[in-house]
């Protein structure tokens, strides 16, 4: 069985640039979830869709990200315009029920600002 | 405020040996506990889930939860090198959905 991918692997963009990070889950599983991890710090939520649905977007921290998920399969994550801050490791993680609520994580997408 | 708190280490042990991680928690209506192993570069890969106190063992991995002291712990029997990874703890806390807290692992390196 295929795990959560993510692509691309590494992403370096100027300030003020456009990116699109791409997720594809587990097959089946319903459950997507986006984390960010800034250097040095602990790897953070920013939000959580339940097929196509926003369930929780409570960790998103500003209007310049926006996440979808049509057709409930593949998500992706636009960071528009892009800012120093910005810079980190995006993870996607997918889970396939919310009793166990055991999530499976990509291997995440290195973003990096300059 | 929802902490997550791990010692960040290095953590080192010799080979054989028994490795240790712990990790506290904030909020004692947690319900959700998870260890993750992360090498570098990679995916945080789930070693251990646990959701009621005492131990929960999964061959040489043994998960640790006490409630009421607000801390969950991550035992490694017989290290091998190939352990040598950064731990990851994860919580979910009371009415914030399925989010997970982390801390900021434990860098733990064998010692062949």
């Known amino acids: 069985e295929a795990g959560v991918t993510q692509f691309p692997s590494h992403s370096v963009i100027e300030k003020g640039q456009t990116v699109t990070l791409r997720c594809d889950p587990i097959?089946?599983?319903?459950?997507l979830y986006w984390y960010r991890r800034v250097m040095g710090k602990e790897i953070k939520f920013l939000l959580h869709?339940?097929?196509?649905?926003?369930?929780?977007e409570s960790g998103m921290p500003n209007n310049r990200f926006l996440a979808e998920r049509t057709g409930g399969t593949y998500s992706t994550l636009k960071v528009q315009p892009a800012e120093l801050e910005d810079s980190g490791v995006y993870f996607c993680a997918s889970s396939q029920q919310l009793a166990s609520n055991e999530q499976f994580f990509g291997p995440g997408t290195r973003l990096t600002v300059l | 405020q929802k902490e997550v708190e791990q010692n960040s280490g290095p953590l080192s042990v010799p080979e054989g040996a028994i490795a240790s991680l712990n990790c506290t928690y904030s909020?004692?209506?947690?319900?959700?506990f998870f260890w993750y192993r992360q090498y570098s570069g990679k995916s945080p890969e789930l070693i251990m889930s646990i959701y009621s106190n005492g131990d929960k063992e999964d061959g040489r991995f043994t998960a640790q939860l006490n409630k009421a002291s607000q801390y969950v712990s991550l035992l490694i029997r017989d290290s091998q090198p190939s352990d040598s990874a950064t731990y990851l703890c994860a919580v979910t806390y009371p009415n914030t959905g399925n989010q997970f807290y982390f801390g900021t692992g434990t860098s733990l390196t064998v010692i062949p």
């Open positions: 869709f339940v097929k196509e649905s926003k369930q929780d």
């Open positions: 097959s089946g599983h319903d459950n």
């Open positions: 909020d004692r209506g947690s319900q959700s």
